[in-house]
């Protein structure tokens, strides 16, 4: 999320104070309508790859818009699995434009050709997210699979001559594309469209290539400079633990999960944020009596997360703050403790922490929907090195 | 164009109010900008104006002490400028 301002007076308490305790409803809600994916990436925090036989229907997807036009959900941030392979997308995204639930989706490009970019052009309150990992074919491929680059730029290809407008193009910064990050800027602003970087969370299979794929410490360093100068590029709000390197980044600094945010999966689970897909946290399902209202406003999960947290290890840092202990489900699935530092505290507590966890304790994301088939081909990040220094240390 | 406590506004009718605890969200569906009115009192006045000759006098309508109505007016001024309301 980002707001464009908080307008004054101020208040008793702050908004983020007021963020803590939870909002009526979701501000951010991610809704990821399918497993399928045509691709098969090595980080994707969803794991995706087959259609689950009991995603939510058609009929479902409605209710679920009706749910969310009572509730104000102003905008739905669609995503999957590739949400563009359901039959039933085009009509969904109808559906729920016409019921005041604005979309934004996340597409890899699969099926943006120059009709559906022409489609999009006709429709409004549709923001379209085209992600790559790399400026290049070469290091994207790498991370999203061979061609993924090729199809990524044709889509918005087909945006821009289309006459969209504005789209975003979409990157999870690594540690092989942070050195690319202007010419990620070069290649957003030739089309006339928004840059948009967001962090790499150890979330589905990325648990497996996050030790490989995270930024170095210099890294981190380098992306808050690159992105404090530039307050036009988008983060989702997605690095706030790097606020402590200095002023903070603009938006909301503070873990949203189950506060602000959510996540609803294909088959009707809601989590408390897109990047705990796993049974600890998750909240209700929409199928369920009540529906996803109750769900957002009744489940335990997110009413403790909307208490007071305690800082734990970091309450003696004078840094907590301004990263707020960072991001619960990078500390989650790497096996680190919620009240401590975030795994990339630019401190370096994390890394010390890290350093004293097992990587078979690790808690594991679940089975997935990741293509077998696929799985044995993918590359494969077998942190062996990691291993034997965490051994020796 | 600059906002003006004796001119007439009204809540612009592509911008929603979805009340919260500390105020309400304000969601613009035109140019999708997300604002926050961080008081009640603040929601009171945007839902004033439209029934109001002018700004000042909504904001008295809705018992804004005077130490207050700088911050107030600057608060409108913000939503002026982000379209969430509209000279009329």
């Keep these: 999320m980002r707001a464009d301002q908080a307008a004054m007076p101020q208040p008793a308490v702050t908004l983020t104070e007021q963020f803590k305790s939870g ?19 090595v980080h994707c925090l969803s794991a995706s790859g087959r259609r689950d036989p009991r995603e939510l229907t058609t009929q479902e997807c409605m ?71 790399g400026a290049t074919a070469e290091v994207n491929d790498a991370v999203r ?30 540690r092989h594309n942070v050195s690319q990050l202007d010419r990620f800027k070069q290649m957003a602003d030739a089309y006339g469209a928004r840059l948009r970087v967001t962090r ?14 995270h930024p170095t410490a210099a890294q981190q360093r380098m992306l808050y400079d690159w992105l404090s100068g530039r307050p036009d590029v988008l983060t989702g709000d997605s690095f706030f633990h790097l606020s402590a390197l200095g002023a903070p980044l603009p938006g909301l600094n503070l873990c949203g ?52 947290a305690a800082a734990g290890a970091c309450a003696s840092c004078g840094l907590f703050d301004a990263c ?30 890290l350093a004293k966890v097992c990587l078979p304790d690790r808690p594991r994301p679940g089975p997935g929907h990741s293509r077998r088939e696929a799985g044995r081909a993918a590359p494969v990040f ?5 291993m034997t220094v965490r051994a020796a240390t | 164009m600059a906002f003006d406590l004796h001119r007439a506004y009204r809540l612009n009718p592509a911008a929603t109010l979805r009340p919260e605890p500390f105020g309400a969200l ?28 002018s700004a000042a006098s909504a904001l008295d309508a809705a018992g804004v002490p005077v130490q207050q109505r700088a911050s107030y007016a600057a608060a409108l001024a913000a939503l002026a400028d982000s379209e969430v309301i509209d000279a009329r």
């Design chain 1, 324 to 353: 707020q202990g960072g991001c619960m489900a990078a500390k989650f699935f790497t096996g680190l403790p919620l009240d401590g530092p975030d795994p990339e505290c630019v401190l370096g507590h994390g890394e010390r922490e």
């Design chain 1, 257 to 308: 999960a189950g506060r602000v945010v959510c996540l609803i999966d294909p088959v009707g689970d809601v989590y408390a944020c897109p990047f705990v897909l796993h049974e600890e946290f998750r909240a209700g399902n929409v199928r369920e009596p009540g529906g996803f209202p109750r769900v957002w406003r009744e489940s335990e999960l997110l009413l403790r997360l909307r208490e007071p």
């Design chain 1, 200 to 213: 790499l969370r150890p979330s589905g299979r990325a648990a497996d290539s996050w030790d490989d794929l």
């Design chain 1, 382 to 386: 077998v942190p062996l090195g990691q």
């Design chain 2, 26 to 53: 304000v969601y613009h569906f035109g140019n999708r900008r997300l604002s926050f009115l961080k008081t009640r009192q603040l929601v009171t006045v945007v839902r004033l104006l439209e029934s109001h000759d």
């Design chain 1, 23 to 41: 909002l009526a409803a979701p501000i951010c809600l991610t809704w990821e309508l399918t497993y399928a994916c045509n691709l098969q990436c």
């Design chain 1, 63 to 133: 209710r679920v818009v009706d749910e969310l036009e009572r509730m104000q959900v102003f905008y739905a941030n669609i995503g999957g699995g590739e949400p563009t392979l359901r039959p039933d997308f085009w009509d969904l995204l109808d559906y729920s434009v016409a019921h005041h639930v604005g979309i934004k989706f996340s597409t890899n490009g699969v099926r943006l050709d120059r009709r559906a970019a022409q489609r999009l052009a006709r429709t409004d309150y549709v923001d379209v997210q085209i992600s790559v990992d």
């Design chain 1, 145 to 174: 699979g061979a061609g993924s680059f090729a199809m990524a730029r044709q889509a918005m290809e087909a945006l821009a001559e289309a006459g969209f407008g504005e789209f975003k193009i979409s990157i999870v910064v690594t």
